[in-house]
């Protein structure tokens, strides 16, 4: 299918589990061992003492410290965004949500536990016995988790504050209160990982922050405040340290810090607010390079973090004097770097894992995450060159600001400057930019960057030395994206495989074994990366070593020249080898063009593109598939549990030896036709 690949050990029966766990011991290093088995004592006590588990942090007073956001000026802003609050209110209202293009109800009272995939629903015993990763017997357990973040509460509090309508208001407290009472602590999925409890926690201050305070009753304080005292308890006593600490460390330190912030009766609420804190600032280091990349080799999560780290420092600029450690230079560093990593419409590669995570969900429009995070960033840091040419203020940026942010847009507007050299090398990510300054808007993204975060590869694919390319702000030759995970089976497999990528696949291997759902046998190195732009050309080149680990190594080697002058872009693979091997080269193309062979040259049309595509006549084989299952190729996924087919050219030939294999594009005019 993709390579041959380990019995997937997180996946149904107990030797598999068996399987996995030994694979995750081995992936731990020393220190660990000591937190794990802390951990473990944690949970049996948890387990067999329940009524301990239960106690609940003891909160001298009721004190919320949340100013009301006014939102009175949004309906002029958005003039109709009125109708689109009161129809997704509406839906709330009668339990219908929309989870990841599934639209379900959830019943009334609201099944917390249901799996709108499946229409099952996950058991409700002690937390620690729950076995998230099988997503066979329920399903993927993400498509339970998603409606637990309650994203949806604080858009209830939006249509209570524009109409005033009490319905709004009361439902936001009766699916609180129906939410404990289905989830009573330490039991059920929902206190499984630390990271949904963080966002938990910001999605209901924000609701506070709409709905104000001041009017509260006892009853609605009461179970305000028993929510997030178990809520932060648990966050406290179940850190993701170690091997566990990538995304979800960082959620989980905005939780704490939101709740010792926000909640300042509590007795530990300064202990709360102070672990958040340091958390965030040695995880911000640890997880974001210092060239703005992402330690998890993930754009998709970048943008996820970068949310965070924006709420949080949202948080600190209302409740200290500054942002603290150097947050909010890496935050303008990794801003910068998703801004030239975006072609003119707004297209980012999908790079590694995604799952189409936000912390807050204000927005009432279709937005992709990079538009809302580069306009948010522009008006709290004055970088108007994050702007794209097109960009509107948009309501998310809106809700998160305020109105002040709308006369701070209009200046930088005003001013709006370009971004700078627009092609460059991020050498802690690995990530090559060479962007064409011409009106065709030429965007070459190469990947020479790790398989992602150690010691896991978590949320990495087998990409080593992938191109992404965009025309005229539309992509050309895609990432695949994710689809999705637990329970993902041979999908989850095929879009982290190398086969899933725009590069060089060597016997039917993949650059790097898959064990299970999120973790690789063995991390690949990246040899002699190199990037310069001197006259009229920009040349990027780097090797990988994924295939050292066969009998007859094999080293795989790119490069790729651009050429000013007239856009035209060349790409060498060299393999260096002994031995006699079946290599294989696969492109995916964006689902929206159609792609035609003319002997060696492969001509790309659609969407306002017109490309001239020459392969080496050494590939003896060459197809091209589209939704194919045997070989899988043709597939796309531009969210996740979005599943759309579309052209893959795989293109093979058997080597001895060294060998070259070259490739050229051309750019035709837009909506022109070659000839």
Known sequence: ?????????????????????????????????????????????????????????????????????????????????????????????????????????????????????????????????????????????????????????????????????LRFKEEIFLQLDSWLEANPYPTGINWIMGIELGIRIVNLVYSLRFLGTEDLTDRQKKTVLSFIAVHARHLSRYPSRYSSAANHAIAEALGLYVAGSCFPGFRESEKWKRTGRDIMIREVERQIYPDGGSFEHSLSYLQFVLEQVLVFALACRETEAEVPGNIEERLQESLDFLARLRDPNGNVPLIGDGDDSHVLKLGFEPLDNACWLLNTGAILFGRSEWLSANAAFDQKTAFLLGEKALAEWRRLESEKKLLGSGSVYFPDSGIAVIRGETPKELLFVGDSGRLGAEPLGAHGHADALSIWLSVGGRPVFVDPGTYLFHGGGMWRDYFRSTAAHNTIRVDGFDQAEILSDFMYKKFYGIIDPHFADIGDTITWSAGHNGYSRLKDRVIHRRSALYDKRDEGLEIEDVLQCRGRHMVESRFHFHPGLSVAQEGDIYRIMGNGVALEFRVDRKWTQRKLLKGSLDPMAGWYSPSFNVLQETWSLVLSAWIEGDTTFSYSMMTGATGQRLE
Do not use: V
């Open 1 to 165: 299918m993709c390579g041959t690949t380990a019995p997937q050990a997180d996946r149904g029966d107990p030797m598999s589990k068996m399987i996995w766990t030994l694979n995750r011991i081995r992936k731990m290093r020393l220190a660990e061992y000591p937190y794990r088995g802390h951990q473990i004592a944690r949970k049996l006590a948890d387990r067999f003492f329940s009524e301990g588990a239960r106690q609940i942090p003891p909160c001298d007073d009721d004190r919320m410290n949340i100013p009301r956001q006014d939102i009175s000026w949004i309906q002029g802003c958005f003039p109709n965004i009125r109708p689109r609050i009161l129809e997704d209110a509406g839906k709330i209202l009668e339990h219908r949500f929309g989870i990841f293009g599934i639209e379900a109800d959830f019943g009334n009272p609201i099944d917390w536990r249901l799996d709108p995939k499946t229409g099952r629903s996950w058991p409700l015993k002690f937390w620690g016995d729950i076995d998230d990763k099988d997503g066979e017997t329920i399903g993927g357990i993400k498509f339970a988790w998603e409606l637990n973040r309650l994203n949806h509460l604080p858009r209830l509090a939006i249509a209570f504050a524009l109409t005033e309508d």
